[in-house]
Nanobody, 117 residues
Framework: VQLVESGGGLVQSGGSLRLSCVARGMITSVFNSGPANWYRQAPGKQREFVASITNERSINYADAVRGRFTVSRDNSKKTVYLQMNSLEPDDTGVYYC?????????WGQGSQVTVSS
């Protein structure tokens, strides 16, 4: 099983990016069994929570991104998304997707997001 992330890159302040995280090799019932989360880690800082979405579509956001980021999931595609709008330089970091399943926790390889001022 692999969580494969894509969609990161370099963007100017105020711009947008959309991250995707595909659960390859994971059976659908396992994917659906728990919440999917996004975390990020800025240079020299600890990894921090960004957003989460349960299978029932209960959603939570970190205060720093609420109103700018939108998390969603498509269970039929076993994919989680993070739409990031109005990006700021403080959003720069490596973004990781994480899925908590009844089997174990799975983590993506990380996707670099760089926001220039």
């Amino acid at each position: 099983v692999q969580l494969v992330e894509s969609g990161g890159g370099l963007v100017q302040s105020g711009g947008s990016l959309r991250l995707s995280c595909v659960a390859r090799g994971m059976i659908t019932s396992v994917f659906n069994s728990g919440p999917a989360n996004w975390y990020r880690q800025a240079p020299g800082k600890q990894r921090e929570f960004v957003a989460s979405i349960t299978n029932e579509r209960s959603i939570n956001y970190a205060d720093a991104v609420r109103g700018r980021f939108t998390v969603s999931r498509d269970n039929s595609k076993k994919t989680v998304y993070l739409q990031m709008n109005s990006l700021e330089p403080d959003d720069t970091g490596v973004y990781y997707c994480n899925i908590n399943t009844w089997v174990t926790d799975y983590w993506g390889q990380g996707s670099q997001v760089t926001v220039s001022s």
